[in-house]
């Protein structure tokens, strides 16, 4: 069983960065980020294979990065140029399989969840 970790989320005005951390309790695979916004499903942010290769959603590509440092097992969102529209509740995921997945049933690990508000 793996436990994760979110931290990072807060307040920040438009055009803003902030960092988002997901630590986890032990190793993993491919590591995603999602998020859901009030009365909105869940919906995919990014991803990132053990090897390093990376996968984003068009609403945020150019803007946010995805990372991981596989020795303290943690991955990273840092996010810039952020808009109101980013506002929502953000979700670290993780699955044992080796490809980058997209759909929230491809993640068999979540964690709590940290909010991102992003006023205008």
């Known amino acids: 069983q793996v436990q994760l970790v979110e931290s990072g989320g807060g307040l920040v005005q438009a055009g803003g960065s902030l960092r988002l951390s997901c630590a986890a309790s032990g190793r993993t695979f491919t590591m995603g980020w999602f998020r859901q916004a009030p009365g909105k499903e869940r919906e995919f942010v990014a991803a990132?294979?053990?090897?390093?290769?990376?996968y984003y959603a068009d609403s945020v590509k150019g803007r946010f990065t995805i990372s991981r440092d596989n020795a303290k097992n943690t991955v990273y969102l840092q996010m810039n140029s952020l808009k109101p529209e980013d506002t929502a509740v953000y979700y670290c995921?993780?699955?044992?399989?080796?490809?980058?997945?997209?759909?929230?049933?491809?993640?068999?690990?979540w964690g709590q969840g940290t909010q991102v508000t992003v006023s205008s």
């Open positions: 995921a993780a699955r044992p399989g080796i490809t980058i997945a997209t759909m929230t049933s491809g993640y068999d690990y």
């Open positions: 990132i294979s053990w090897s390093g290769g990376t």
